[in-house]
């Protein structure tokens, strides 16, 4: 399958009163065409930089891309003027915000605003465009779409206004969409309705998505490939199954372990100890190693390259470099491994 998106070596500082904070450091990755990546990672590890910086949305202010590619259909992202990314945002590559209220305008109707891009980039008459908006009001699940053109945001309720946000992306069929934690904001219920909206598109339009998300329980649901993130890097990535069931990286096992159990009689949620790095002043060796009772001396020392685990499956730590005593993941996680949402193993 070819690529549609490539990231390569890319390196992202912020500069702030204290100093230098180097948020993303040496972030590697493709989107293959139709296909859907979950970026998954705690809290300031690096996802939403990561995904605003393809969509060059990062504040011009204190954000600085250091050095870095971002290839989209060959073309380098990072060297276009504002002017050819206006082109390309919203049109190509469209992105979904967790909040659905902060993404739409209250004053606009809803159709009016799915109909913006089309006029802007497809430069659809307004009959054209109004025809599109009643289809893409059905494509994304909205009953009475005729009705529903005509009213405003706060006529819609939390997850009925998600599913606007969706029309909007999807108006001008993108290459890439990048949603940014869609659910979060949202009730348990609306989530899964929501979710089970974006596998349903994902048959239908033929567009490669970027999916963020804290819940490494959706992830077997939506995603094809699983990319995770520890402070500013990717530390492991490969297809759902390989991440899932043969997790390299001590910080995935930590994650798998911590997530929450459907199992009600579950013993209590496990959290990993300690904190994420200061990137004000990035460790020497790997990230992860203070908090990772598997580190090795190396790991305080020198940071791992990304070892080979399969053709689609890589991982950064130093368990998998030959010399490495062998270590099985703890049992708490092989048992999570069985539990998870998909699993028959
Ligand atoms: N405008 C900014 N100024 C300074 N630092 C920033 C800015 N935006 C992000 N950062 C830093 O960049 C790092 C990565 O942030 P990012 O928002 O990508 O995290 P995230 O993985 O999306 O987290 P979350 O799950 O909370 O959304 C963090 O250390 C954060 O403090
Ligand atoms: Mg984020």
């Given at each position: 399958?070819?690529?549609?998106?490539?990231?390569?070596?890319?390196?992202?500082?912020?500069?702030?009163?204290?100093?230098?904070?180097?948020?993303?450091?040496?972030?590697?990755?493709?989107?293959?065409?139709?296909?859907?990546?979950?970026?998954?990672?705690?809290s300031?590890?690096?996802?939403?930089?990561?995904?605003?910086?393809?969509?060059?949305?990062?504040?011009?202010?204190?954000?600085?891309?250091?050095?870095?590619?971002?290839?989209?259909?060959?073309?380098?992202?990072?060297?276009?003027?504002?002017?050819?990314?206006?082109?390309?945002?919203?049109?190509?590559?469209?992105?979904?915000?967790?909040?659905?209220?902060?993404?739409?305008?209250?004053?606009?109707?809803?159709?009016?605003?799915?109909?913006?891009?089309?006029?802007?980039?497809?430069?659809?008459?307004?009959?054209?465009?109004?025809?599109?908006?009643?289809?893409?009001l059905?494509?994304?699940?909205?009953?009475?779409?005729?009705?529903?053109?005509?009213?405003?945001?706060?006529?819609?309720s939390g997850?009925?206004?998600?599913?606007v946000v969706?029309?909007?992306?999807?108006?001008?069929?993108?290459?890439?969409?990048?949603?940014?934690?869609?659910?979060?904001a949202?009730?348990?219920?609306?989530?899964?309705?929501?979710?089970?909206?974006?596998?349903?598109?994902?048959?239908?339009?033929?567009t490669?998505?970027?999916?963020?998300?804290?819940?490494?329980?959706?992830?077997?649901?939506?995603?094809?490939?699983?990319?995770?993130m520890?402070?500013?890097?990717?530390?492991?990535i490969?297809?759902?199954?390989?991440?899932?069931?043969?997790?390299q990286?001590?910080?995935?096992?930590g994650?798998?372990?911590s997530?929450p159990?459907?199992?009600?009689?579950?013993?209590?949620?496990y959290?990993?100890?300690?904190?994420?790095?200061?990137?004000?002043?990035?460790?020497k060796?790997?990230?992860?190693?203070?908090?990772?009772?598997?580190?090795?001396?190396?790991?305080?020392?020198?940071?791992?390259?990304?070892?080979?685990?399969?053709?689609s499956?890589?991982?950064?730590?130093?368990?998998?470099?030959?010399?490495?005593?062998?270590?099985?993941?703890?049992?708490?996680?092989?048992?999570?491994?069985?539990?998870?949402?998909?699993?028959?193993?």
């Amino acid at each position: 399958m070819s690529n549609i998106l490539e990231v390569k070596d890319l390196n992202i500082s912020f500069h702030t009163f204290a100093g230098e904070v180097q948020a993303i450091r040496g972030v590697n990755f493709d989107l293959k065409k139709g296909e859907t990546l979950a970026i998954v990672g705690e809290s300031g590890s690096g996802k939403s930089v990561t995904t605003k910086a393809i969509m060059r949305l990062l504040p011009p202010g204190n954000s600085e891309i250091k050095s870095g590619e971002i290839l989209f259909d060959g073309k380098d992202l990072t060297k276009l003027n504002d002017r050819q990314m206006q082109k390309i945002r919203g049109k190509d590559i469209s992105m979904i915000f967790q909040d659905p209220m902060t993404s739409l305008n209250p004053t606009m109707t809803v159709g009016k605003q799915i109909m913006e891009p089309l006029i802007k980039h497809q430069k659809l008459s307004k009959a054209e465009a109004q025809e599109r908006v009643i289809e893409l009001l059905k494509l994304v699940g909205i009953a009475n779409p005729e009705a529903r053109f005509k009213q405003y945001p706060h006529q819609f309720s939390g997850g009925m206004r998600q599913r606007v946000v969706i029309a909007i992306a999807l108006a001008c069929n993108p290459k890439v969409l990048i949603a940014d934690e869609p659910t979060t904001a949202l009730d348990v219920t609306i989530q899964a309705q929501i979710l089970e909206l974006m596998k349903d598109l994902q048959e239908k339009i033929d567009t490669s998505i970027i999916f963020i998300t804290h819940d490494l329980g959706v992830v077997a649901n939506v995603a094809d490939r699983v990319a995770v993130m520890y402070g500013g890097k990717i530390v492991e990535i490969g297809t759902v199954d390989e991440v899932f069931y043969n997790p390299q990286h001590p910080y995935t096992w930590g994650l798998i372990s911590s997530m929450p159990s459907l199992d009600a009689k579950d013993e209590d949620l496990y959290a990993i100890p300690g904190t994420p790095p200061n990137l004000l002043y990035p460790p020497k060796g790997d990230a992860f190693a203070p908090r990772n009772e598997y580190a090795m001396k190396i790991d305080l020392e020198q940071q791992p390259p990304m070892f080979k685990v399969s053709d689609s499956h890589y991982a950064a730590t130093w368990l998998l470099h030959p010399d490495a005593p062998k270590v099985e993941p703890p049992a708490a996680v092989k048992k999570r491994m069985k539990k998870l949402p998909g699993s028959n193993k």
